[in-house]
C-alpha cells in the first residue's frame, strides 16, 4: 500500500491481528477536515448560479452550447451533474432549449445587478468608482497603473522596463471609456479602439469567472462567436501581457489573469479550493505552481 505509507498524517491503517483484517481509515486531522467538504460545497453553489448566470449575459445572444459550457465545467467548478443540481433546480434562472438540433443553456432573466465586472468591483473596492459629483486626481505610474474608472490593473514582468513613449500610449489607452462587455457585441464595430477595449474586458471577466482564473487558450478560443473573441486571439492577449500572461504559447498555452495573483500565488480562493488546500497542506505537498506571474 504505497499511496498510504506515503500519507500518514491523511491515511491511518488498523487491524491486521490474528483473524482480523487490516483496514484503512482516515486520521483525526483528515476527518475533521474532510467533513468540512459540505460546507464548501453549499458556499459553492450560489457562487456557480451567479457565475453561470453571468457567463449567460456576456454572451450576445445569453445562450451557451451545452457542450461548451461542459468543455470548461471544471475551471468553472461545476459538479458532474450540474445539469440536476444547479440548471433543474434553479428553473427561473436556467433553461435547456434545442435549436437546429443543437443543446443550448439558455438565460432565462437578466439581472442588472450581475452587469458589474470584476474589474468594476475591484475599482470599487478602492474607491475608484466615483459618483456624478465625485472627482480623483488622475496620474499615470511607471508601471502602467493608471487611476481611472476605464482602467485596467497593469502587472508587468519584474525585467520589463517601459519607455515614455509607451507609457504615453498606454495612458491614452487607460484613459479611453469603452462599451460594457455586458453590452451585445454586435452593436460594435471591431476595428472602433474602443470595441477592441471591450473585447479585453470580456477576456478579462471570462477569465475573472473561473476557479482559477486561468483557461487554457483552445478553451477560450472555444466561446469565438459566442462573445466575438478577436480572430487572432492570442496575439491580442500577448499585446496586452500587462493583463494577461501566456504559458507555453502554443496549442496547449494557458492564459492567467495576473491581477489575480500574487507571484505565483493565486490570491483570493473559492471555498472549495480553500478546502482543497487544506487536504494538500496535510499530504506536505506543495501547492504553488511553478509558472511565474
Not at 80 to 104: C, E, H, T, V, W
Not at 237 to 251: E, M, P, Q, R
Not at 273 to 280: A, R
Amino acid at each position: 500500500m504505497p499511496i498510504i505509507e506515503k500519507y500518514p498524517s491523511i491515511f491511518r491503517v488498523g487491524g491486521g491481528s490474528g483473524k482480523e483484517l487490516p483496514f484503512v481509515t482516515l486520521t483525526g486531522k483528515a476527518e475533521k477536515i474532510a467533513r468540512e467538504e459540505g460546507e464548501a460545497r453549499n458556499l459553492m453553489e450560489p457562487i456557480l448560479v451567479k457565475n453561470l448566470r453571468t457567463l449567460l449575459m456576456l454572451s450576445i445572444d445569453c445562450r451557451v452550447p451545452l457542450e461548451k459550457v461542459e468543455l470548461i465545467g471544471n475551471e468553472l467548478g461545476l459538479p458532474q451533474d450540474f445539469k440536476k443540481s444547479l440548471i433543474f433546480k434553479y428553473p427561473d434562472y436556467f433553461s435547456i432549449k434545442d435549436i437546429n438540433g443543437r443543446a443550448y443553456l439558455n438565460l432565462e432573466s437578466w439581472d442588472s445587478s450581475l452587469a458589474m465586472t470584476a474589474r468594476e468591483e475591484r475599482l470599487a473596492r478602492e474607491g475608484m468608482l466615483q459618483s456624478a459629483g465625485g472627482q480623483k486626481k488622475i496620474r499615470i505610474m511607471k508601471d502602467g497603473n493608471y487611476l481611472g474608472p476605464f482602467a485596467f490593473k497593469m502587472c508587468y514582468a519584474a525585467g520589463f522596463r517601459p519607455n515614455n513613449s509607451y507609457l504615453e500610449e498606454l495612458q491614452k489607452w487607460q484613459k479611453m471609456e469603452f462599451p460594457s462587455p455586458y453590452l451585445d457585441g454586435r452593436r460594435f464595430e471591431f476595428a472602433d479602439p474602443k470595441s477592441r477595449k471591450r473585447m479585453v474586458a470580456v477576456l478579462h471577466e471570462l477569465l475573472s469567472l473561473t476557479m482559477e482564473k486561468r483557461m487554457v487558450s483552445a478553451k477560450l478560443d472555444a466561446f469565438h462567436s459566442e462573445y466575438r473573441l478577436p480572430s487572432k486571439l492570442l496575439l491580442c492577449l500577448i499585446k496586452h501581457h500587462g493583463i494577461f500572461y501566456i504559458t507555453n504559447k502554443g496549442a496547449r498555452s494557458t492564459v492567467f489573469l495576473k491581477e489575480a495573483y500574487g507571484g505565483t500565488i493565486l490570491v483570493d480562493k473559492c471555498p472549495i479550493l480553500m478546502f482543497n488546500d487544506k487536504f494538500i497542506a496535510l499530504s506536505g505537498r506543495n501547492e504553488i505552481s511553478h509558472v511565474t506571474i
